[in-house]
């Protein structure tokens, strides 16, 4: 009785311990939006004037709702990083009973909750997600838009198993990994929440969230930025690195203030895992272009054309690694690549050679050699459940890192289920995924860690056979 009670104590010193953190970061966290929007405008009213006209007005609006933060007083904005995954990942294996010794049951997201944060409200009367009730549950007002990356985003994590053709011909199935599971959506822009009378940023509103398991498939580009107008034509080239004298500075890989920020969610509340894409950003820029289009860096004013006597920067990635941007090379995260489908084998993972890294895939490491991305998995050529901004029930084909982060985001929350099986409910925490991510991957790439697919190709089956992790 003695140790119970003790026990007890333990976990109450614990949780309010926690709070108290918690409630430090919120005004941390509220100190830096002050100090940011301060920044913002400053920096708007040099960009656009005192009086800008009301488009212009609703564009500064829109990019101060995206603001990330800054780099040496230069502001950087979040953006979106825009079924054979299934038999690529193993986790279909997970989906029906029988498949792993020593497991009970078939898991397929059961009583698991996910928090997707994302660029819009997802979709939730898609057809994708009608198999039960009440799955989806949108946290923002209702009249954000829906959001076609965001539906999409859920739709891997669990939409439900949808066989889709063109024109008479199978082009393949768009099942999520979790299809009973529930998801909680809320957008990564800094927003007023219902209920709320002040904006929240990101960082707030993973707090609100309290959420086990989320994924945030969305970042920052630090390197070269390519612009298009409605007809696919390069209108310009944009560096997002810092220029100092007459030397460009390159600011991928920089460990900055929202990595710290989502390190620190994680150190306070060791039961959040958060899933984050490494972005699609690798050999972007104009070096091998036949474009003609204007290039541009940024400062503190805005944007600043390159003169004939610069040195252009080299397209991001030019050495094969080192193109992830602030935001994805937080330590206590875990960061997914993009790979492209292995198609032989009945599309299973045989050998390291059957993984190919995704050309726009964003590689590692951190500039202080830590390891990233964390895992990588398929992402290329991929379907998925779209809508409009109005909402409607469409499917889509696309790729990106922001399609193979919710593949990853889906299989923890099964290994949590099966976790819970094993452990009296217990939840899987961050550290404990991030290992069961990390030793339990298949190779890929160089022997060991790399740039390109962190530590492997994820793989769901390994681990799920040892029934006491």
């Not at 990564?188 to 709320?196: K, Q, Y």
Request: proline content about 3%.
């Amino acid at each position: 009785m003695k140790k119970n009670l003790i026990f007890i104590g333990m976990l109450l010193c614990i949780t309010a311990y926690a709070q108290k953190n918690n409630e430090t970061l919120k005004r941390e966290f509220e100190q830096q939006k002050i100090q940011n929007e301060k920044k913002f405008d400053a920096y708007a009213e040099k960009v656009y004037g005192k009086n800008p006209d009301s488009s212009t007005k609703k564009k500064i609006d829109s990019l101060k709702s995206r603001l990330g933060g800054f780099n040496f007083d230069i502001p950087y904005f979040l953006e979106e990083h825009d079924t054979r995954q299934l038999s690529n990942s193993n986790s279909d294996q997970l989906n029906t009973a029988g498949n792993i010794s020593g497991l009970t049951g078939a898991f397929n997201g059961e009583n698991i909750k996910y928090t997707i944060f994302d660029g819009g409200r997802i979709y939730a009367a898609h057809t994708a997600f009608d198999n039960a009730p009440n799955r989806i549950t949108n946290k923002e007002e209702s009249t954000q838009d829906y959001s076609d990356h965001s539906t999409g985003v859920g739709s891997f994590i669990g939409g439900k198993s949808a066989n889709l053709s063109s024109g008479g011909v199978s082009v393949g199935n768009a099942k999520g990994v979790a299809v009973n599971s529930t998801m909680d959506s809320y957008m990564f822009a800094t927003t007023t929440l219902p209920g709320d009378t002040s904006t929240s940023t990101v960082f707030d509103k993973i707090l609100t969230a309290s959420p086990n398991i989320s994924n945030h498939s969305y970042g920052v580009n630090s390197g070269w930025t390519i612009n298009y107008d409605t007809s696919g034509n390069i209108t310009s080239f944009l560096y997002n690195g810092s220029k100092s004298g007459s030397t460009f500075y390159d600011l991928q890989g920089t460990y900055n203030t929202s990595d710290y920020n989502y390190d620190m969610l994680v150190y306070n509340n060791p039961s959040f895992i958060i899933v984050k894409s490494s972005g699609n950003y690798f050999d972007m820029g104009p070096n091998g272009s036949t474009s003609t289009a204007p290039k541009y860096y940024r400062n503190s004013s805005g944007q600043v054309a390159f003169s004939s006597t610069d040195t252009i920067p080299q397209n991001n990635c030019s050495q094969g690694y080192d193109c992830i941007g602030t935001g994805s090379l937080a330590k206590n995260i875990i960061v997914v690549g993009a790979t492209d489908i292995i198609t032989t084998n009945n599309f299973r993972y045989t050998t390291s050679s059957d993984v190919v890294h995704s050309e726009y895939s964003s590689a590692g490491p951190r500039d202080d050699g830590g390891i990233k991305p964390d895992i990588s998995t398929v992402g290329t050529d991929v379907l998925y459940a779209a809508t409009s901004a109005t909402g409607s029930s469409v499917w889509a084909g696309g790729s990106g890192t922001s399609f193979s982060a919710p593949v990853v985001t889906g299989i923890i929350g099964l290994w949590t289920q099966i976790y819970k099986q094993l452990f009296n409910n217990a939840l899987l925490n961050a550290a404990s995924a991030k290992v069961l991510t990390v030793h339990s991957a298949a190779e890929a790439g160089n022997i060991g860690p790399d740039p390109w697919f962190g530590w492997g190709f994820i793989d769901a089956k390994k681990r799920s056979g040892i029934t006491r992790w």
